[in-house]
Structures are given as C-alpha cells and as structure tokens.
C-alpha cells in the first residue's frame, strides 16, 4: 500500500466544525460528511471542546452547560432560522 498523507486543519477551521455541531444540533456524521472530514476526526475535536469547556468553565456547570447569555442567544437564533424555513 501507498504511503497516505494526513490532512491539517488550523485552529479556525476546527473551531468552525465544532461551532456548526454545537450550534445546530445536527449530528457530528452529517456535519463531518458536509465539511469533507472524517467524522471520527470531528468527534474527537467536540469531544476536546467539551473537556476543555469543562475545564475553563470554573462554574462548576459541566461541560455541555450554556451559560444564560448563551441560552438566550441559541434560542434567539432558532427562533431566527425557523422565521427564515416558513419564508
């Protein structure tokens, strides 16, 4: 077999996939395939993302707790799309 070159991915692109996984609910296979990635690769980089937010987080809240602000935000910008699919 041929020698196989990994692929990198800087920090924005990382940070972006994990946004797109947190932010829309979908599932880490859909969004890894609509990216190009392998979805075990975008697994791993939420799974870090959680730990690290775990870890940041201080507020003892754990890791996939959304601060209040962030709540309100989310719900915002669903209220948002849904306004967007009925048009």
Same mark, same amino acid.
């Given at each position: 077999?041929?020698?196989?070159? /990994? %692929? %990198? &991915?800087? $920090? *924005? &692109? /990382?940070?972006?996939? #994990?946004? +797109?996984?947190k932010?829309?609910?979908? $599932? #880490?296979?859909?969004?890894?395939?609509? =990216?190009? +990635? @392998?979805?075990?690769?975008?697994?791993?980089? #939420? !799974?870090?993302?959680?730990h690290?937010?775990? !870890?940041?987080?201080? @507020?003892?809240?754990?890791?996939?707790?959304?601060?209040?602000?962030?709540?309100?935000? =989310? *719900?915002? =910008? %669903? /209220?948002?799309?849904?306004?967007? #699919?009925? !048009?």
């Amino acid at each position: 077999m041929g020698a196989t070159t /990994r %692929r %990198r &991915f800087d $920090p *924005e &692109f /990382r940070a972006g996939a #994990v946004r +797109i996984v947190k932010e829309t609910g979908k $599932p #880490v296979s859909h969004v890894a395939r609509d =990216l190009g +990635i @392998n979805e075990y690769t975008l697994h791993n980089w #939420v !799974q870090m993302d959680r730990h690290a937010g775990g !870890q940041a987080g201080g @507020n003892g809240g754990g890791g996939g707790t959304l601060k209040e602000s962030e709540s309100e935000e =989310l *719900e915002r =910008l %669903r /209220r948002e799309k849904a306004e967007l #699919v009925k !048009q």
